[in-house]
């Protein structure tokens, strides 16, 4: 399976609920406005051993990423398309939903989706290139792509590409 992002918890239900025509005509627009809706803290265990190295805990969103965006964002400055394997990113619950786990949470929140990652980062946050990982959680609602998959535990490895394909338009100017 080929996948963009795939991501749990916090704002994720946004990738399937968005319309594709709305996605389509509005942009990151499309998301924006049903961010109120979303704002819910999420608290899941998850274990994650990516290329070895593990983190286990609490957590209110886990994404695996190869792509700049996400929800119209362009957080993702790390991304490289030459690059192997992904991005992953795990951020830690705040406990249960309430106003002010909420506002807890908008710091880091904000830092990642609209400030952006580039380095590798771990403390309040995980951010880091991976090349494989493991993921063991209960079953849970992921986005993959904007299609709402029900999983649980998994593994995920990133392969280079056997081909290279480049499109070229036939359309004058182009």
Not at 33 to 41: C, L
Not at 57 to 73: Q, W
Not at 87 to 99: A, E, F, M, S, Y
Not at 117 to 141: C, F, M, Q
């Amino acid at each position: 399976v080929f996948t963009y992002v795939l991501a749990t918890g916090i704002f994720c239900p946004l990738g399937w609920a968005a319309p594709t025509a709305a996605k389509t005509r509005w942009h990151r627009l499309a998301y924006l406005v049903r961010v109120p809706k979303e704002y819910r803290v999420q608290d899941f265990p998850m274990r994650v051993v990516a290329d070895g190295r593990e983190y286990e805990g609490r957590y209110t969103l886990a994404m695996l990423i190869r792509s700049p965006v996400c929800f119209g964002l362009p957080f993702n400055r790390a991304y490289r398309p030459d690059q192997e394997g992904g991005h992953l990113l795990l951020v830690p619950t705040t406990g249960r939903d309430n106003l002010l786990n909420r506002i807890r949470l908008f710091g880091p929140l904000f830092r990642i989706f609209f400030v952006g990652l580039n380095a590798d980062h771990e403390g309040g946050y995980v951010w880091r290139r991976v090349r494989s990982l493991k993921i063991e959680a209960p079953t849970l609602d992921w986005c993959a792509d904007g299609e709402r998959w029900r999983m649980g535990s998994f593994e995920v490895v990133w392969r280079p590409s056997l081909a290279s394909v480049e499109v070229i338009s036939l359309k004058k100017g182009y």
